[in-house]
C-alpha cells in the first residue's frame, strides 16, 4: 500500500492564525481525501482534495475556511485558517490508491491545538 | 447520504473472550469498510465486503456483510491484548465513492 507522510505532525497555535498541513504519497493516487478527528470521535470527512482543480467539499465545510491545493498526483495541502479553539482537532489525509476499489489509507494526521 | 451507525460504543472485554461490533446503515450500501485505529494512531484499513452476505475472515476476526446490504459485524474470538483499539465501521453508497464512517467501537482488553 503506498505510504503516506503528513506535516507537521503536531502544532500549536494561536488563534486567529493559519495553518497548512502538507500531505505526501510515495505514489500517484487518484483520490485524496482530508479528514478531520475531534478527540475520541469519528472521522469526519472535509473535502476531496481533486488534482488539477478545486477541491470538493462536505457540507459544513468551506474553501475560505480550509482551502486545499492538490498540484499533482502525490501531495496535497489542507490549510486551517483564521483558527480557533474549535478547530483543536487531528487533521487526516487519506488516498484511495489507483486500481483499488474504495479502500483508503491513511497518513499518520496532524494534532492541531488552537489556543 | 447515509449514515452509519455502529454499536457498542465500548466493549470491555477479559482476554480469551470473544465479543462482536455490530454497524447498521439507513440505506443500501455499495460495500463495507472495517478499519482500526490503535491508541494514538490512525486508521488501519482492515478488509472490505462488497457482496451480500459475504464473509470474509482473518485470522481471529471475522467480517459479515447483511443479505439486505444495510449491516455488517465484525467478531473477535479469543481476544488479545493486540485487539486493543477503535474499529470503525465505513460504508459507500450506490452511486457514491466517499465513505461514512460508524462512531467506532472501543476496545479494552482485562488480562
Known amino acids: 500500500s503506498a505510504v503516506i507522510s503528513q506535516k507537521p505532525s503536531r502544532d500549536i497555535c494561536q488563534r486567529g492564525t493559519s495553518l497548512t498541513i502538507q500531505c505526501q504519497v510515495d505514489s500517484q493516487v487518484t483520490m485524496m481525501f482530508w479528514y478531520r478527528q475531534q478527540p475520541g470521535q469519528s472521522l469526519t470527512l472535509i473535502a476531496t482534495a481533486n488534482q488539477g482543480s478545486e477541491a470538493t467539499y462536505e457540507s459544513g465545510f468551506v474553501i475560505d475556511k480550509f482551502p486545499i491545493s492538490r498540484p499533482n498526483l502525490t501531495f496535497s495541502t489542507l490549510t486551517v485558517s483564521n483558527m480557533s479553539p474549535e478547530d483543536s482537532s487531528i487533521y487526516l489525509c487519506s488516498v484511495e490508491e489507483s486500481g483499488s476499489i474504495y479502500e483508503q489509507y491513511f497518513g499518520p494526521g496532524t494534532r492541531l491545538t488552537v489556543t | 447520504g447515509q449514515q452509519v451507525m455502529q454499536i457498542p460504543q465500548y466493549q470491555h472485554v477479559q482476554e480469551g473472550e470473544d465479543f462482536t461490533t455490530y454497524c447498521n446503515s439507513s440505506?443500501?450500501?455499495?460495500?463495507i469498510q472495517w478499519y482500526k485505529q490503535r491508541p494514538g494512531g490512525h486508521p488501519v484499513f482492515l478488509i472490505q465486503?462488497?457482496?451480500?452476505?459475504e464473509v470474509k475472515k482473518q485470522k481471529r476476526l471475522t467480517f459479515q456483510f447483511g443479505e439486505a446490504k444495510k449491516n455488517s459485524s465484525l467478531h473477535i474470538t479469543a481476544t488479545q491484548t493486540t485487539d486493543v483499539g477503535t474499529y470503525f465501521c465505513?460504508?459507500?453508497?450506490?452511486?457514491?465513492?466517499?465513505?461514512?464512517f460508524g462512531a467506532g467501537t472501543t476496545v479494552t482488553v482485562r488480562a
Open positions: 465505513a460504508g459507500t453508497g450506490s452511486n457514491d465513492y466517499k465513505l461514512s
Open positions: 440505506t443500501t450500501l455499495s460495500n
Open positions: 465486503l462488497v457482496k451480500s452476505g
